[in-house]
């Protein structure tokens, strides 16, 4: 059969496994290193096959598979296989979207006999980058203990801080650029520092650290330790003509030549010590479940690779260790560790004497810092409550900023002493601060008021914490009996209640124990003069829960009782006084209960699991909140009366510079990984603390506690700044906007700048400065916030601007230092270099649109701002006068009149039309050069040389329309040609040079001689001019303007709604919706146009879903642009009374709700008879109230026909409902997100017509909608991708260890918590779970959900497919009944957020019958199979194999009721399937035909049996029936299936025969060529050739027979 077709079928294999996803985040997709298509390393259909559903990247299967897969997989092969300047295969950089770069890929050059690992990112250098890159990492050897594993990996942490606060800061907000300590080592690691208490993580549940990779050392094979020098260098440079086309075989990135090039003289290049890596570590987890223990990459030579820190290293004492589930090594196993190269040094343990408690050892790492220590015993159960201490060694205090290793005499078992320190009244303060944030660490009112980063989870209500300790847990199996199945009445299908109250369940910890009434600062500070001189500091009023009142003073000696009370002040020392240096020591010697539940509640605190605990990057809001007691808490109400932002008055200096900051972050430098990490991080965590500081600032605009900078103005003009960050409001205050809309484009004009300052921030030009930009829309009004350029606001704009112009073209200025930085840019964005004429006739030079405004501030730095017309305008919405629009664009009724003229394409869809373009130009002159060949009947044969992976993108055309013919010779000769053209070559004849330049022209490419469109974004821009000379550069761009127009809606929108309909994107709400829009570049303006073209598909039910989901969005959008201006006109005391009117108005259906005015409680008697005639302020503040339904319907009506041009035909809630089938709590929930509003959780009854639904009671808060840069994690991101693609070409070990690392860089720049993590945890579950660690799948998935809920929101739909997700995990592990419940919340999300009708529900409604049938509550598991059913027969068509498996699986349940006429029924209609779709030979209608007869026997017996029973009464001889509950693997067995997982359980015998087989054939093809070789792959251990796989029925199988 051939090595490659065994391959291939593997891969084929794991290619129906994993389909691919698209991982971009939430809010925006920033293009990490634009693709210039011309050196593209990834083919074009990538981003088809890739961009399905949702941020993730993951795997949930579809019949799509089989087209854009193979595509995708066939571009996979083709970069493995494009190969390198000189010969070198690159592994990584290739499938991380780089153009290669030099040598230096994962195959080490000889360099490679030093052990070093090269981390796949630092491609640039080449092999003199090698030498450098082993010193550097000689030079930061770092700890690993091998034996537990929750403390090793802390590995290359060459850390300075980044903090410059002292020990006690818990200040998240502060951070600074940094002090440098050792010799210029990078900071990698979290900056615990200035961490709250809570986001240390010393916790049970990180024994998994993220460092661990997931293999144990001990599972590689000895050889690869022992490989002697010689026979661990990389394969050599192979000369490119060498090579055979087999060798390069696609599934791996080796290169292979004959087995006497192979240094040492090994003929398989250990190649065969890697598949016998699996073996080993599947052998050895039967023996142990070890921990990890060190990270290592099995390339050739297994080499440790070098590990990132991950955020959330758990200090902790080995005792805490052990009873966590590591075992230390035993040293059986020791053996195997001496043969890893190890690249670390270890840590140590020291001894912590602490006064009060036993001493307890700590184990550390040589590179943290004496201010770790701190933070952990700032957070550990028994030294929690302490914060002024020093640390001190044989009587030296340690520097808090000195790295451990760098301090003399500390060593293994050294004695650290806790020493007491005096306090100041900063110190006091903190330790106040600690205590308070201690007591309330359960207490989730700061996550329902969306403050400090805190937000909700409600996993371990449903897991009742059962996931503990890395999912390791008592079997529950066992005992079945006890679960109880039964689901609530509203999850059960066919139910039509949605109940709002279950969306956040009570959590029991909540209520929580209370330690004290009251603690505030008490009315007396500060202290008067005298008693600062005895040492006072400040007084706290504190009354127990025994009700006893006292005065506290904190004393630089600590904390004592004085005789102070209300109303007297004696600051005497009261008797006894008590004197303790920490508040908890105090309270305890006063209040008993406060003693008891002040240790209950520091137990309870540690339990939670730590994503439970760490504060999110961005603050995420909830719409629903239950009623909560507003409770006394002095930290609270004094942050709201300072200014303080972060934690501002812990900072030297006291307010940030952000500008400084964002820029000095920027200006960091980036040649290597940790300087890159370092940077990346810096600038992640000030961009989210501007975030954060911008959102306060802007609401405290609105809200008026801001003073304007021209107090003069009307409110709409005025401008403020506030802790150096400008903002100004989203009016058309000077005209500005006159010609492009007014107020409406001054409204749009933010979030088009801000997108712009995104592409520019990702394309990283050094030297070019963008602002920090903030837009933020609270209360109906849209403010922007910037950072300061220095010196803007000493000076007029006119002087200012050297580049671009301010009032839109009439003056332009250019500048040459402008026109450099920008021409860099303008190859990435697409942006084309042009002439426009000034107001004096002469031509200026721009490199961006006019608007684009540079300015060098007063620090040198080159600014760009006003970025709002970054990208090209968008044709369809600006109708201009004599232009005449393409067929396509006429056809669907454009162009049209929009209310702005600022309407722009999106940054995707400039991208995928130029991607387009490329395609057409290398089909166009490969079929103009087949032309030549045929007419000249010979080859020329000038060009022999191996390809440039260059342009990796053309390969991709082999598998279109999937027929591979002679244009594929064509295409390489494109390329070459391409190529040499573009190296100016002579060599390259005439004729090729025409064929070049035909093509060109052809595409509308700026340059003739290669393949390059850019786009001019001043064209049609009113009130710019050209030059004469430029007339037809001008003409062309107007018409790649049109072109790129009808693309959008020719190509993208049919595009969309394709994938829709094969389920490769399944948008469950609208924010999903929006997602898949903008990935592939279609504003939502096109929203009606995308309903438009569903209504009119052929197959418009099996797009029932989307069609709701548009619909709803279309009506919410509508409402929220209606509800922006109704909230303008309100004041701030009839906010709740104007909310709840407009949502009475919007889905109530009460027929004519009346407003209640505000101020009615206040208002005084007189007035109280004449109330009709009274105005607040201005008369126009209450004319909010005179809305009624009718109104406000006929306006929404009327918003989404003149927006999004579609007719809605509906006149009030009820009838949308009914007409197309709504939900009103799911136009509740997206109308809340999209403006803010957070109301009660209560059960609200829609359809009462005698009361309205909403009081103004119900309206707790209004939140502010935030949009921001997000800035990326550059290198694990490209980590990420390598692994997915390793994942698919089915090595899982390789993909598993490179998703590893990609998880360690993400925590290094990230911290622990975001978007990125929660994808790479999820895809880490999934290969831990296919790999067989169900425990560790369980203890990631977990992670994951946490993550899901914590940062994207409790009801988003990714936590609903994490909740899927673990559920199976949890089955697996036999956690029955916690399976049950996650998928049970899993099914109420879903009907909460789009209701019953939707394609995922089929997959969740199997989960739940499977797992119903496997504890054999054989009804309840018919009602939600047969649910599914009937969904999957409507999505996918009553013929498809989704429908096939329903009707197996309810024939299942039947059988085990013994019902076997149903049960034959049902399997008679799958085996129809199956024989119709794969024919009678495949194994699917062979193995439903074997079922069908042993049903008809089974049914028979039965038949007999009852003949039996009628014809002899009770005496009758009856024979035992066979009624067979079904065994929990089989149950699996189906889970499996249905989830998309494959699995080919495999024994030890299977792996011996498979070795030998492997063996067996390498000998066969020595024999035959003496130069090929089979490279068995990693995932021909999971999946065995010799048995056919057992193929899924998600995934139509005419492929896998191949």
């Known amino acids: ?226 490989t002697p020098p010689a026979q661990r260098t990389a394969v050599p440079p192979v000369p490119p003509g060498e090579v055979s086309s087999k060798a390069r075989d696609a599934s791996t990135g080796f290169v292979v030549t004959d087995p006497a090039a192979c240094p040492g003289g090994r003929s398989s290049c250990d190649l065969d010590s890697r598949a016998q890596a699996l073996p080993s570590k599947q ?123 760098t301090i003399e005499g500390l060593q293994e078992g050294s004695l650290l002493k806790v020493v007491e320190e005096p306090y100041t009244v900063r110190e006091a303060r903190i330790h106040v601060r600690h205590i308070r944030d201690l007591l309330k660490s359960l207490d989730p009112s700061d996550a329902f008021n969306g403050v400090d980063c805190n937000s909700l989870s409600f996993l371990s209500v449903f897991t009742e914490g059962d996931l503990g300790d890395s999912g390791k847990r008592k079997k529950k199996g066992t005992e079945m009996e006890q679960i109880d199945c039964t689901p609530p009445e509203h999850i059960l299908p066919g139910s039509k209640e949605r109940p709002l109250c279950a969306l956040q369940p009570q959590n029991r910890d909540w209520k929580p124990l209370q330690c004290l009434k009251v603690l505030t600062m008490s009315g007396w500070n500060p202290p008067p003069g005298n008693r600062k001189m005895h040492g006072d500091l400040m007084y706290l009023y504190v009354i127990t829960v025994e009700d006893r009142h006292v005065s506290i003073t904190a004393s630089t000696r600590g904390f004592y009782l004085n005789q102070s009370t209300a109303y007297n002040f004696n600051p005497k020392p009261a008797n006894p006084s008590f004197l303790s240096h920490s508040l908890v020591e105090l309270l305890n010697q006063i209040s008993p209960t406060f003693k008891k539940n002040f240790s209950a509640l520091q137990k309870k605190r540690v339990q939670r699991h730590p994503f439970e605990r760490i504060a999110t990057p961005f603050q995420v809001y909830s719409w629903t909140a239950p009623q909560a007691e507003h409770a006394m808490d002095c930290v609270r109400a004094e942050d709201a009366y300072t200014s303080r932002l972060g934690y501002e008055e812990h900072i030297p200096g006291q307010t940030r510079d952000w500008n400084e900051e964002l820029q000095t972050t920027r200006e960091l430098p980036r040649k290597n990984l940790p300087e890159r990490l370092l940077r990346e991080r810096a600038i992640f965590k000030v961009h989210s603390d501007f975030t954060a500081a911008a959102t306060r600032g802007a609401m405290a605009v609105i809200d008026g506690n801001v003073m304007a900078i021209n107090p003069s103005e009307e409110t709409k003009m005025q401008m403020f700044i506030w802790n150096n960050i400008f903002f100004s409001l989203g009016f058309d205050v000077r005209d500005h906007y006159k010609d492009f809309g007014g107020d409406v484009a001054a409204y749009v004009a933010p979030t088009n700048d801000l997108n712009g ?202 598998s279109e329309d999937g027929k591979i013919d002679d244009n594929v010779t064509g295409l390489d000769q494109v390329k070459e040609l391409a190529e040499t053209i573009a190296s100016d070559d002579g060599t390259v004849d005439p004729k090729s040079r025409e064929v070049i330049r035909n093509a060109c022209k052809a595409v509308g490419s700026i340059s003739d001689t290669s393949f390059d469109i850019r786009f001019n974004p001043d064209i049609f821009s009113p009130g710019v001019r050209f030059p004469e000379s430029s007339k037809e550069e001008v003409q062309d761009q107007k018409q790649l303007l049109k072109d790129a127009a009808a693309f959008l809606l020719s190509c993208q929108i049919p595009g969309l709604v394709k994938d829709c309909l094969d389920h490769t994107v399944l948008p469950m ?108 302020g201005n008369a126009d503040n209450t004319a909010w109230a005179s809305m009624t339904p009718q109104e406000l319907w006929k306006n929404i009506c009327s918003e989404a026909k003149n927006y999004f041009d579609f007719s809605l035909e509906c006149e009030n809630a009820d009838q949308a409902a009914e007409v197309y089938n709504l939900q009103k709590i799911t136009l509740l929930r997206e109308i809340s997100l999209k403006t803010g509003v957070q109301i009660l959780l209560k059960e609200y009854n829609f359809d009462n017509r005698h009361k309205p639904t909403f009081t103004e009671e119900d309206i707790l808060n209004i939140f502010p909608v935030v949009k921001h840069v997000n800035p990326k ?67 990631n998935q977990q992670k994951a959900v946490l993550m899901s809920e914590r940062v994207l929101g409790i009801e988003h739909p990714n936590t609903i497919q994490e909740y899927m997700h673990l559920a199976l995990y949890c089955f697996a592990n036999s956690q029955l009944s916690t399976a049950l419940n996650l998928l049970y919340r899993a099914r109420y999300l879903m009907l909460l957020v789009f209701g019953e009708d939707h394609p995922e529900m089929a997959l969740l409604d199997n989960n739940i019958g499977l797992v119903l049938h496997g504890v054999m509550e054989y009804d309840l598991s018919l009602r939600f199979l047969e649910n599914a059913l009937a969904i999957s027969s409507k999505y996918h068509g009553s013929k498809s194999l989704k429908v096939a498996l329903s009707h197996h699986l309810v024939a299942r349940v039947y059988e085990s009721k013994a019902e076997f006429r149903s049960a034959l029924q049902h399997e008679k209609e799958g085996y129809t399937i199956y024989k119709n779709q794969l024919g009678e030979h495949h194994e699917k209608t062979k193995e439903s035909s074997e079922y069908l007869k042993y049903l008809t026997q089974q049914a028979v017996a039965l038949q007999r049996t009852m003949n039996e029973i009628y014809k002899n009464g009770s005496n009758a001889n009856i024979m035992p029936l066979k009624f067979t509950a079904p065994s929990m693997a089989s149950v699996l067995e189906q889970l499996n299936i249905i989830n998309g997982i494959l699995f080919i359980p495999l024994s030890q015998k299977d792996l011996e025969n498979l070795k030998a087989e492997v063996q067996r054939r390498q000998q066969l093809q020595e024999n035959i060529k003496s130069g090929e070789q089979l490279e068995p792959e990693d995932k021909a251990v999971e999946e065995k050739e010799a048995e056919p796989s057992m193929p899924s029925a998600e995934i139509p199988l005419t492929q896998s027979s191949a």
């Open 1 to 226: 059969m051939g090595n490659s077709l065994f391959a291939n079928c593997c891969r084929h294999v794991t290619d129906l496994i994993f389909q691919t996803r698209s991982f971009n985040s939430p809010d925006e997709r920033s293009p990490l290193l634009p693709k210039p298509p011309t050196s593209c390393a990834v083919c074009p259909e990538m981003p088809e096959a890739s961009q399905c559903t949702g941020p993730y990247p993951d795997i949930i299967p579809s019949e799509a598979v089989t087209g854009s897969l193979q595509k995708s997989t066939e571009c996979i092969q083709d970069l493995s296989e494009a190969k390198d300047e000189e010969g070198t295969v690159t592994v990584c950089d290739k499938s991380c979207l780089r153009p290669s770069v030099g040598a230096a890929g994962l195959l080490r050059q000889a360099e490679a006999s030093r052990a070093v690992a090269v981390l796949p990112a630092d491609l640039g250098e080449g092999p003199a980058g090698l030498v450098d890159h082993a010193q550097s990492l000689e030079a930061c050897q770092s700890c690993v203990k091998l034996e537990d594993s929750s403390l090793a990996h802390r590995s290359c942490r060459r850390e300075e801080h980044v903090a410059a606060a002292d020990e006690g800061d818990v200040a998240p907000g502060a951070r600074t650029a940094g002090r440098g300590h050792g010799k210029g080592r990078a900071a990698l690691h979290l900056d615990t520092a200035l961490v709250g208490p809570d986001s240390v993580l010393k916790h049970r549940d990180t024994a998994p650290s993220p460092g661990s990779l997931g293999t144990p050392s001990s599972a590689l094979p000895a050889s690869v330790g022992k």
């Open 283 to 405: 052998h050895q987890q039967k023996k142990k479940r070890k921990k990890k223990k060190l990270t290592l990459l099995e390339h050739p030579s297994g080499v440790a690779l070098m590990n990132g820190t991950g955020p959330h290293e758990s200090l902790k004492g080995e005792k805490d260790a052990r009873q966590n589930g590591h075992e230390e090594a035993d040293p059986g196993e020791d053996g195997n560790d001496q043969e890893v190269i190890v690249i670390q040094d270890t840590g140590f343990t020291v001894k912590i004497c602490a006064p009060g408690i036993e001493p307890f050892s700590l184990q550390v790492s040589p590179q943290e810092m004496v201010q770790e220590i701190h933070q952990v015993l700032m957070d550990r159960e028994d030294t929690c409550h302490r914060t002024c201490f020093s640390l001190q060694l044989d009587g030296n205090v340690l520097d808090n900023f000195a790295e451990l290793k």
């Open 757 to 958: 300052v995104r592409t520019y921030n990702a394309v990283d030009v050094e030297g070019l400065y963008t602002l920090g930009t903030v837009v933020v829309d609270y209360r109906g009004y849209r403010v922007t916030a910037q950072s300061i350029i220095p010196g803007i606001l000493e000076r007029e704009q006119e002087q200012s601007v050297i580049y671009g112009s301010i009032d839109f073209g009439k003056t332009v200025v250019s500048h040459p230092k402008y026109l450099e930085l920008l021409e860099k840019t303008s190859r990435p964005l697409k942006i084309q270099k042009h002439k426009v004429l000034n107001d004096k006739n002469e031509e200026v030079e721009l490199c961006s649109s006019v608007e684009c405004k540079g300015i060098i501030g007063n620090d040198g730095r080159h600014y760009i701002l006003d970025l709002l017309r970054t990208f090209p305008p968008d044709l369809n919405f600006l109708p201009v006068e004599g232009e005449e629009m393409p067929e396509e664009c006429k056809k669907m009724g454009f162009p049209k009149q929009h209310r702005h003229k600022l309407c722009c394409l999106r940054q995707e869809l400039v991208d995928a039309f130029v991607e387009h373009r490329y395609l057409l130009f290398m089909k166009l002159a490969a079929l103009q050069l087949m032309q030549q060949k045929a007419n000249k009947q010979e080859s020329s044969g000038a060009l022999e040389n191996g390809a440039s992976p260059e342009n990796g993108t053309a390969d991709s055309e082999k």
């Open 1069 to 1176: 709400d609208g924010a999903t919706l929006a997602e898949a829009m903008h990935q592939r570049g279609i504003n939502m303006r096109y929203l009606g146009k995308v309903i438009n073209f569903i209504t009119k598909t052929p197959g418009r039910a099996q797009l029932d879903h989307i069609f709701k989901i548009g619909i709803s969005e279309l009506i919410t959008r509508s409402a929220k642009h209606i509800f922006k201006t109704y909230l303008q006109g309100v004041e701030l005391s009839g906010l709740s009374a104007a909310i709840s009117h407009f949502l009475n108005c919007f889905l109530s259906s009460f027929p004519n709700p009346i407003a209640h005015l505000p101020a009615d409680e206040l208002v005084s008697k007189k007035k109280n008879k004449k109330r009709k005639n009274r105005n607040l």
């Open 1273 to 1339: 994690a550059s290198d694990a991101f490209h980590f990420f991708q390598s692994g997915q693609a390793k994942v698919q070409q089915g090595f899982l070990k390789e993909g598993c260890e490179l998703i590893n690392e990609a998880l360690n860089l993400f925590n290094n720049v990230y911290g622990a918590m975001h978007v990125e993590i929660c994808a790479c945890l999820r895809l880490l579950a999934r290969l831990n779970y296919i790999m067989g660690d169900y425990s560790e799948a369980l203890s």
